[in-house]
């Protein structure tokens, strides 16, 4: 197991790491609810750009956002030796 | 260097096993559409069709059985990551979750998005704030883990006894719904439809536990999952020429707008705007465009919701209690992605499928008379999904008024298909609420056995005395729930909701204070859990008996936006105030916070084992 010294660098990248994604989803969010009605003055694929976005781009950048998020706590618990080895 | 997690493999066959049971069921749907076509009695049909996968989850069930302690509550800790998150994935949502996002985007239009983005969001921030630490310390329940992570029996017992309720309601919700439908296809009364929904969803869950939990909600997240891809995508080649509903109901929405001036379908007036009535299951008719944005509540309440929904499905007690069944914290991470993939997948088709049908009963219902519309009407109409006014005259966009839940059952009659995918739809229904509503049940059950009641508890140790007391309360909590939606006419979306609101309120700021805050001590835990469930249970009591006006006009049902920074802000004060955590308990959390290693809830099981026997050894 780790020793203090070392664990509180993993930590912070850690914690790091899960406050980016966090951040990434409310900016993502905010900025498509503050700006929906100018987003929806334009039309993609039959769909108002700001209900597209919130709709479908939101929902897929969640996903992609989570899945990204585990692979770079993966290389993260790596790099420190915290991984397991199942 | 690298840490070592034992634990025993996965059945490598499970994909094959699957494999049959998902060709078995599309097998039943085409035999049981030829004939019906051919004439047969449609009564047979249609409880085939929602049966014969009843059946299946039923075997799976049995085939489930243990009297093994780790398997009945945890798995053995070997579940894949694919199964648990497809059982994940439709445990979050439901039955009441799929027909009531169908429902708000169907009246409620593009406010309908709220629910939609809440859910999404909420299984995101579960997998990166509390499930891999959770996972990591590995208890078998929310309350274990709490009484755990701050040695305190006190907060066990405390936190069980508030995380039964919103348990509870979640239950009451899926038994509504699942017995509406049993009783639309029977038609023999709501107390007969209870009693063997009830039946059904203590025996998914009394034979294994969470073994049997897991496997029959994978059997089930098959089975819905493909029924609600392949139905709406049949819908979409048939209105829009392209199999991909997700993208293509863009194509409609022009000539629904169309369609929604032309019947007089209007933007409501700033005063008309009521949360209650956005959220609750009552028959109404179209009310206002699809795409009018904060069109039937504000924008304050569309991004309460979300907030509320988010921290409800994170600190969900029924969700925690499935991350102990994954191998370790890696494949938990990977379990939360496939759950949301999943989960992404069904929130990108239910607006489609709201879309399809608003279209289609505007083109096809309004100007025809009532009694040409589809054979089917007649069923929704006598379960009370349907109202179709004066059924003789011409139908006019008012006549035409139908409950949350009845949006994603007129699907399939108003596009005209086979009555077959009527069935098949209901069918998928009932599987979404047995998967939702038994691991509920065995969670309250649990809670109540281990957490509350300390049944079999020897010096901290697991017995298979538990899993007999759990089995027991299983059988008392279905019959006390069915018997309490039997007493009184309830909406389930609210209830839904409500129970969101008291899991966020109860368990959020715990939960979250827990791993990312060392400070917190056992008595400000005690102190987030009372605070929150005190504003959230007082708030909702006050507003609901007219004592006090809603605050900000906020409803009892959004409560959790006050509770949950009660609870914060409660919880950091007096722990800041009292003595701090020992280095014992801060080891604790910093061992939790690191993946590798030997889950922490076995090894204090290991040490305790190891401690009986030398008192053994020396007696």
Redesign the interface.
Known sequence: ??D?KH?RP??LE??RL?LF??ML?VVL?VGM?TF??WL?TFT?????L???L???V???A??V???W??HE??QI?RRH?????? | MALQTQHRSANPRLGIYFSILASIVIGLFFFLLIVEQLGADKDVVRLLMVGGPVALFALIAVLAFSLDVSDFFVVGRRVPSFFGGLGLAITVIGSVGTLSITGLFFHGGFDGLAMLLGMMVGLVLLGLLVAPYYRKFGAYTVSGYLGGRFDSRLVRIVSALVLVVPCFLFVMAEIEVGAKLLNMITGRGMDIAVASFVMALIFMVIWGGMRGLIWTNSAQGIVSFMVLMVVPMIAAILLTNLPLPQITYGTLLDDLGRLEVKNGVTAMAEGQRDFGRFLSNDIRAIATPFMKSFGTIDSIDFLLIILTVIAGICAAPHLLIRMGATPGVSENRKTLGWACLVLGLVLLTLPAIAVFTRYLILERWVGVAGDQVAPLVDMLVQAGFLDLGSVAGRLEVQDIKLTGDGALLVFPVVMGLPEIFFYLIISCLVALALAAASAQLLTLSTLFTVDVGYIGDNEGQHSVLQTVGVRVVLIVAGVVAGWLVLRGSIDPFSLFFLGLQFSAAAGFPVLVLSIWWKRINYIGALAAIVAGTGVAGSYSIAVWSGLIDPVFGVDPRLSAIFAVPAGFITGMIVALFTPAPSEAEIDLVRDMRMPGGETLYDRTMRYGRLREQRKKSQI
């Open positions: 197991m780790l203090h664990r993993y930590w850690t914690r899960m994604v966090i989803l969010l609810l929906l009605g929806d993609i694929i039959g769909f108002p700001g209900y597209f919130l709709a479908h939101f929902v897929i969640a996903f956002s989570f899945v998020h585990g706590q993966d618990d030796g915290t991984h397991e080895d199942i």
